[in-house]
């Protein structure tokens, strides 16, 4: 069994085969680095299907109610970005410029309920 819960030093991010900058089993490229916390649990996940497998609860979306929440946890720096800041950052990090994956957009519906006046869409496919 490998270890589900990864110590950054700050706060623990959860998930399958997660390291210490949220990259995951299921997500583990260079820009697989963010991790959030889900409503549900107020866990910190490094991707939804690490929630799937280890929580016993279907997971919670935020709503645009609250998306000045700092859930949203760059794993390279260790900032924590409200879910609005995220959702503008077109896919960097605001604070330590890391780039985060850029096909994490595709699954923003999964975490957050995202006003169809804030998705974008992503152009190319996978
Ligand atoms: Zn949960
Ligand atoms: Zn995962
Ligand atoms: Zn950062």
């Avoid at 649990?41 to 490094?46: E, K, N, T």
């Avoid at 946890?73 to 604070?95: D, K, Q, T």
Wanted: hydrophobic share 40%; aromatic share 8%; charged share 20%.
């Amino acid at each position: 069994m490998v270890p589900a819960v990864a110590d950054t030093g700050r706060l623990r991010i959860h998930g399958v085969k997660v390291d210490a900058h949220g990259r995951c089993a299921h997500w583990n490229g260079p820009g697989d680095v963010v991790a959030i916390r889900l409503r549900c649990c107020d866990h910190y996940f490094a991707c939804y299907d690490c929630h799937r497998a280890l929580a016993d609860h279907p997971a919670e979306r935020w709503p645009p109610a609250d998306f000045a929440q700092s859930v949203v946890l760059c794993g390279v720096c260790g900032a924590r970005l409200p879910i609005a800041r995220y959702l503008a950052s077109s896919a960097r990090c605001p604070v330590c410029d890391v780039a985060f994956n850029p096909r994490c957009v595709l699954h923003h519906h999964l975490y957050f309920d995202v006003p169809a006046a804030l998705a974008r869409p992503l152009s190319e496919s996978r």
